[in-house]
């Protein structure tokens, strides 16, 4: 029985005297099991198996392979290939594409498809090729025509995604050399990018189209000119007659071309290897974990009678992630890929026979080749699964699932079943006893992950049928995210009519995600038969939904109401969807209003189209001068490659050690003990540090506000640092971390929400206030009076590269290097040095880039820093942290929730008297940042409005969750959406469209104050507005979105427009200043070097093109290696927009400097060359390095008064966007956008756009899809991202318009740019605004008013929820208020 009792982990909960402690262990033995102890009657197994593989061309032969090991971790830590990137661990974001291919003996050929390399057993690629980023191009070879032109258009600012994403396109073209948009959108389906918005990397990709050889446009360029060329395309070209004007982002011209013989070819020797095959089974013995692929099906019966609790496994998508994550471990696992008779496909009398290995892509290939060639009644069924196949995950990740373990996972959110149910599939069953035949129903589904297979059998295959002519057949399902994201609620549904009549004769109705089970509703099948299919049966089918289908509402996932009401709207759909064909075949009479029509239809993924323009520079300018260019950033081609480094790539230092973060459990708690002696046991550990290993402070001081490093006594949040293992290798510290046994007392109060911190009165200091006018009195006097709420959730930053570095101690004066990923390398260093008791002077801080940062790498990564030099210090070795993503999501805190509450008085027309908010930020358990945060919410909230009387308070909750910090906007996305909702709710009241209250209240005099009395000039913002409502159409599409929603019932369309006006810059006015150091080499090359971070935002990119034209030498000859405290000291952290400002400037400093030393020397040779003159200055003694500073604007904003400068300029914007949502659903599709932003004298129009595109869509995310749920007991549950949706490329827009706006100058900043970073954040909004009024229009259909409360973000659960209508009623009575609820709203 050694092999019994796998992977459970138990909870055991030890208590006396109010303490309790908490432990996770696994109640397996199979940590003492060795290998040896595992008997293998039917295949000798003495010795493991050899495994064979090819990576990049190269052969891999592992005599010691274990099953554990994932692609991923061998490609990056065994063979140094760190293109491959680790985002998430569990398949989620596509950051570890490769390409995988493998000779297909039933096919006679090659097959290639994407993997997520941190799901890809390495023992599960015997026989396989891989090809790697690395693989395809490099910079010092040839680049693959992929990596070159995502680099050109601009695809890849952090770079983090961009080798999953040219993987994933590299791979199509393997495949298909011409593809379609559509497949290009498939093909980058589950991919994430968190930086760009998606626009640019389809453009750069779209090149490979045959109809695609013009830029984004109307995709009709072909043979024709395009709608660019021709002025067709919908947003209104309104520079027509400007000739400066261009929309030409990236030259079209001068591609590489596509040439196949530049790939890889598939190993000869793989090739013969598949051919000769033998029947023999391999195997694989880890530590931990042991594997058998046999490859004939004989074998695999015996191994399943000899070893039934052996979990099979196919793609291991399903299992992977449980023994990643849960540590769920199987001491042996069968793997059933290499059996011919699972990965069979035949097409038969019965339909569709496919294997149960076989993947889910195949399935979808099978079934798309089987509706194109056979009719239409016999494809319904498949039709029906196609839809489902369509948005199921990725297509990496359809690549490795099977149909089995789909199905066999038996978990009711997986898609599959439902669908498969409804149509009557069968299983066809084998194990050593026999085969057999089951129904596919819910008796095959017994329990959450259980089946009614008996242990010792195998699923052969699955039998599709074809659908027979009385068949109707669909499929639903509604996720967070329309495409790449698990559904809370899907259901397949199969209705026989008889024969030429509307009388039922059977129905199948199946849900998943409404219980631990699959649904089969059984009343509301049984009781439908015989009757007709009208609306008498629609209204019983209802009342038997009700009883059949009980959602609990503390289920799993929470969301039961919402889930129960799509119990309802799916059956409604269907039943429409079948009177419409009855009514076409003449046998239902039954009335379908047409307004009811647009239900029918699933919202398509479109590909995104869209214009971006900017102005080109004067023709004055020197074409050898970039400065207004749109150049491509300055590692692009190194990202694209895999070449850039990150942290995590550095090959590893001699002796390097690895460290773990154990964190609490509990969210305030005293710590009573912390046993060590499990984990210090466990191989690999070396030691674990707490704060008694601290030589200096174990405390963080950001502006006198403590936070300590480790918690000593107490903890305040679940998910605090208590102490952190450090071991050889990850895995062991990981494994250690675990056994850290933690005994606490909880302690009171325990509260984690803005209601509840208002409650206790819990609040940090200082509180805010600021006010203009007097509002207490122009309330008495207002015409009307509104007083409400806006709830805004918070937000994940979701970089793709999570937080970590290596701390690399010198062995000499106590020296430490940093190596670290952090957007504040100064307070990084200053925090280390105090941590350990050393000098800054000893501690040197090195960033070379950051895959992505958006605020979230200023504070947490210098905490991490400090706990890891004191590691490094303690052991004397090298350490490294690379937080995975779930703690990463844990520790490190994001954007505040935001709770305002308003008072305003308004008049009929939609003027704003006057405006009360106050402002409560949830800050979690420590101050870091929130204070400053709440501070520019507070200052942003008049927004571009000049209401006369106006005050705005800010609190700043103290709460038990992990502290909340800086993220992109600081604050300013909160604090704008609260006046914006206050304008939106005016209108509402007053029946006016919202952008018209929104005009009349704008600030319009040349002279403006803000509520804190700061100058400036709102022209721009005014120009921004009007011309993005005209670009937009607004007026006339108003008016055809309120013709498209008088004539439809179920679907809905709002638009909406919001202006911005966004300070720039620090208000604290110490931190604006930059810095930089720029050294001539005697070649003339330029070594430039800044206190700022490249994080994505091409700063390094602009500040070279500055460089470049100071100094006049090329773009090519100016390098920017990388961020370093040694060279430039004491900077600010890259953020507040003002990066390019303050970095900009200094450089220029510096190399101006150099320029008055080097001109006599020119103005003596002018005939002389930049190398010559540069040489000259060297024999001439003349210094070839020059410091630049930039001593930015003394900003600053005085509290007690509530005035000040607290900007040094504005940024202004204007962004209009439409949508639509399904009312039944809650889906909804983001029509398009218009944005019009001022950027000043754009310094890259190409980066600048790219900014606005990709703020924007992380907007999106903030204000419509990023959700982050916490249990009644603080625990952050949303900790990867399948339970966290940032936007995908479904997300984008299906016409997204960016124009920067012409003549603009702000004499402030460098080159009289303007910083761009955070604004666009902001321009999500008016999604949010767009779907409020689209709910609104869908309330009217039932008489309810107008106003009503939605929250941010506007997710699928709320949208529908709002759109009250009789399914919402008959969910809402279902549910039992008592339960806990499976999450709250913080
Ligand atoms: C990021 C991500 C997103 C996803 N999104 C979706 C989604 O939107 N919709 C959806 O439906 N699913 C989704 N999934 C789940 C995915 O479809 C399943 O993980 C996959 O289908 C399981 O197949 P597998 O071959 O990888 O199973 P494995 O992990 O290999 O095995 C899973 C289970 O199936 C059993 N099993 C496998 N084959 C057999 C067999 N022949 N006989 C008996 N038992 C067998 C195994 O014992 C095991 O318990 C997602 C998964 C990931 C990682
Ligand atoms: S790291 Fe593999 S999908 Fe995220
Ligand atoms: S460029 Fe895509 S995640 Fe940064």
Redesign the pocket.
Known sequence: MLLSGYGKWNRLNFSAQGMTCDVRRSDSVHEDLTTQSLTFKLISMSSPSELIFFVNGKKVVEKNADPEEVLLSFLRRKAGLTGTKYGCG???CGACTVMVSRYSCHQERVVHCTVNAC?QQIVTLHGAAVVTVEGIGSTKTKLHPVQERIAKAHGSQCGFCTPGMVMSMYTLLRNKPQPSMDDIREALGGNICRCTGYRPILDGFKTFCESEQTSACCQNGGGGKCCMENGMNSSKNINSEESDISEELFPMDNFLPLDPSQDLIFPPELLIMEKKRSGDALYFQGQRVNLVAPSELSHLMELKAEHPSA???????????KMLLKGNLPPLVVY?GRIPE?RAVTWGENGLTVG??CS?STLKEELEKAVVEMEEARTRGYRAMLQTLQ????KQ?RN???I???L??A?P????GSVSAAVDCTLHIISKDGTRELSLNEKLFTDFGKTA?RPN????SINIPYSKPWEFVASYRQ?QRRE????FVNAGMKVVIREGSDIVESLNIYYGGVGSTLVKPRQTCQQLVGRPWGENLLTEACHFLKEDVDVSSSIHGGRGEYRKSLVFSFFFKFYMQVVLEMRERGVSDVDLPLEYLSALKPFKNEVPQGQQSYQLVSGAQSSADPVGRPSMHQSAFQQATGEAKYYDDLPPVKGELFIFMVTSTRAHAKIINVDLSVALEMPGVVTVVSAGDVPGSNCRLWFNNPEELFASEEVFCVGQIICAVVAESREQARRAAQKVLITYQDLQPVFFTIEDAIKHKSYFEPKREVERGDVDEALKTAEHILEDEIYMGGQEHFYMETQGLIAVPRGENNEMDLFASTQHAAFTQELVGMALGIESNKITCHVKRLGGGFGGKVMKIASLSAITAVAAHKTGRAVRCCLERGDDMLITGGRHPFLGKYKVGYNSVGTIIAADIIYYSNGGCTLDESSFIMDKAILHMDNGYKIPNLRGRGVVCKTYLPSYTAFRGFGGPQGLMVIESVLHEVAVRCGLPPEKVRDINMYREEQSYTHYKQLFCPTNMVRCWNECLERADYEDRLGAIRLFNSSNRWKKRGIAAVPQKFGVGFSKGFYNQGAALVNIFKDGSVLVTHGGTEMGQGINTKAIQIASRVLKVPMSSIFIKETCTGNVPNAAPSAASFGTDSVGMAVKDACEKLMRRLKPLMKENPQNTWKQWVSDAFFQKISLSATGFFMGPATNVDWEKGEGQAYYYFTYGACCSEVEIDCLTGDHKNIRTDIVMDVGKSINPALDIGQVEGGFVQGVGLYTIEELQFSPDGVLMTRG??QYKVPALCDVPAEFNVHLLTDSENPHAIYLSKGIGEPPVFFGSTLFFAIKAAIAEARKEKGLGDTFPLSSPATAEKIRMACQDQFTEMASSQTNGTATPWCIQV
């Open positions: 569990s398949g989620g799901l979990p099979l496994t196919g793609g291991n998508t399903t299992i992977g992630p059933v699972l149960a290995a889910l948005c199921l995950a990725g990740i490795m699932a099977t089995g373990g789909n066999l996972s978990n959110t997986y898609d599959l297979l059998e195998v699923l052969l996720a790449f994201a698990f559904s991202p399948s």
